[in-house]
């Protein structure tokens, strides 16, 4: 199968030097007004992993991800905002990049061309059948994460991959191919741009609907987060107020003592029964 990389196509527009600054923006902003779109189509694949992460994850298992570059760094920041935002603790959702967490400041050499490296430091998180490996490629070749989802699917492991390109070699050893496909990028192959922004969104969009499915947010609030900061405790102590009708002072309290805005109602609504 023929394998063409669209994201290292010649961008759109040229001279870019020699623009506005207004210009630049403008052009830039056009641009990512077609991401939200390449990641529409993108949603019954999506749909697929997550169902499949939701079912792991009730029975115990976890959530990785696995890239390099930018690609990678996106996976490790998503996996980093779960246990603050919804109170998970941070052994469910794992994010690995190639080169280890000095790549998340600077590159390291050769890194993502190593094609065992990847599933040596999986098999020392232990993974398993109950979990799921996603593999984050923008380019679609990168041999650190193809590694990775041939060791995974042969194993049994629920396998995805998110990439940039169609028909990629990373997405051919996933089981499910998540391919927002955004075009040429607006400096030529900077696929921090819209590749970039591509794969953050369908990140926010796998852990935050999986983490409804778990029951980690109620209504529309973010009932399990962490109470890290003085702004979250006031947003915390406000969703008290308006959930039981309680003076600011008495939710505050109440919710520092249960430490977050879920055991704090259940608390309330237990001792009133």
């Given amino acids: 199968m023929s394998f063409t990389k669209i994201t290292e196509q010649s961008s759109l527009y040229d001279n870019l ?9 403008t052009e830039i902003n056009q641009e990512d007004q077609k991401v939200a779109l390449a990641v529409q189509k993108t949603i019954p694949e999506i749909e697929k992993l997550v169902t499949g992460i939701v079912a792991r994850m009730q029975r115990g298992g976890r959530l990785f991800y696995i890239g390099a570059g930018t690609s990678g760094r996106l996976g490790v920041l998503d996996a980093s905002e779960i246990p603050p935002t919804f109170g998970m603790p941070d052994t469910y959702v794992i994010g690995l990049i190639a080169g ?31 979990d799921v490996l996603v593999g984050i490629a923008a380019s679609g070749t990168t041999p650190y994460v193809i ?28 089981e499910i191919k998540i391919e927002p496909i955004v075009g040429p990028e607006y400096v030529t192959g900077s ?7 591509a794969q953050k969104m369908v990140l926010n969009m796998i852990t935050t609907s999986t983490m409804i499915k778990l029951g980690r947010v109620k209504g529309n609030r973010m009932v399990n987060m962490q109470l890290t900061n003085q702004k979250l405790v006031d947003r915390g102590t406000r969703m008290i107020v308006d959930e039981l009708g309680l003076p600011y002072e008495q939710a505050k309290n109440l919710l520092l003592l249960h430490g977050s805005v879920k055991n704090a109602v259940n608390s309330y609504h237990s001792k009133k029964e």
């Fill in 17 to 25: 030097e020699q623009k506005s600054v207004l210009e630049i923006l």
């Fill in 100 to 130: 280890g967490d000095v790549a998340l400041r600077n590159p390291v050499e050769a890194a993502e061309d190593n094609l065992e490296k990847s599933w040596e430091e999986l098999i020392a998180h232990k993974i398993d059948q109950n």
């Fill in 147 to 174: 590694g990775a989802l041939r060791h995974a699917r042969e194993k049994g492991i629920l396998t995805a991959a998110i990439c940039c390109n169609p028909d990629s070699p990373v997405a051919a050893e996933a």
């Fill in 191 to 197: 696929t921090r741009m819209k590749a970039g922004t």
